[in-house]
């Protein structure tokens, strides 16, 4: 099928700025830019995974190499348009977020290079896009309560509420889920059934960026864990005293 990506991608630019000029127009400079980039993946996050679900279960011929069906490019174009998106708004407030940066460019290469390069193995890709994504409204919701939590009563009960469940959440999925499918994956790439339509670099490169992405959210939401208990420790010391 002939590519999506510019249009997609215009339209992500648009949500961008109608959230950053609009939507949060009442909000500091310093939290706008974070809050429309949550907005634009809203827009992303659980579409993407409705979509790839859809174009996976419509698929009799699923295997961690079988050629992409058109509605699999059509999502791979989509989470492209989006990180594309997302990865220009990081360069224009945030260059200096090395390791936002880096994950965006990561995640397009395989993106890309499944969609334009290889157009085979959509099926694993968009499992990992499932399991990514499916954590990200609860994901953005939770962020944009902490954005606001010192400042505005609800949005500190809504971030209190959320966040036991959110870190649960994404602890199964990015750390039991996550970890278990990419076994799979790799056990097949290594076995050479994929070698005759996916060049062995490629694979590679993709094991590489997984793993490296699954290990470095299992340690973000390790860290989360470790502050929540911290500040329920702290909150109750404080009640002792007080007591």
Not at 50 to 76: E, G, I, K, M, W
Not at 127 to 149: K, M, Y
Not at 209 to 214: G, L, M, T
Request: aromatic residues 18%; contains cysteine.
């Amino acid at each position: 099928m002939e590519t999506q990506l510019f249009p997609l991608l215009s339209i992500f630019f648009s949500i961008y700025l109608f959230a950053y000029y609009l939507v949060f127009r009442n909000w500091s400079p310093k939290i706008r830019p974070e809050a429309a980039s949550c907005f634009i993946s809203l827009f992303h996050g659980t579409p993407a995974v409705f979509l790839a679900s859809r174009a996976l279960l419509a698929d009799d011929n699923l295997t961690f190499s079988s050629v992409n069906t058109d509605a699999q490019n059509l999502v791979l174009d989509y989470s492209i348009a989006y990180f594309l998106a997302d990865l220009a708004h990081y360069i224009v407030f945030f260059p200096h977020d090395v390791l936002f940066i880096g994950h965006h460019l990561a995640t397009l290469f395989v993106f890309i290079t499944c969609r334009y390069l290889v157009a085979h193995g959509a099926f694993a890709i968009l499992t990992l896009l499932i399991l990514a994504e499916v954590t990200s409204a609860c994901q953005n919701a939770w962020t944009l309560a902490g954005a606001r939590r010192h400042d505005v009563e609800f949005a500190d009960k809504v971030y209190r509420v959320l966040s036991p469940p959110f870190y649960a959440f994404y602890s199964v999925v990015r750390g039991i889920l996550g970890p278990l499918f990419v076994y799979n994956m790799v056990a097949y790439f290594v076995s050479g059934a994929a070698d005759h339509v996916i060049p062995k670099w490629v694979w590679i490169s993709w094991i590489i960026v997984v793993v490296s992405a699954i290990s470095v959210s299992i340690l973000w939401v390790w860290n989360l864990w470790v502050e929540f208990y911290r500040e329920r420790r702290a909150s109750s010391s404080l009640e002792k005293k007080v007591r």
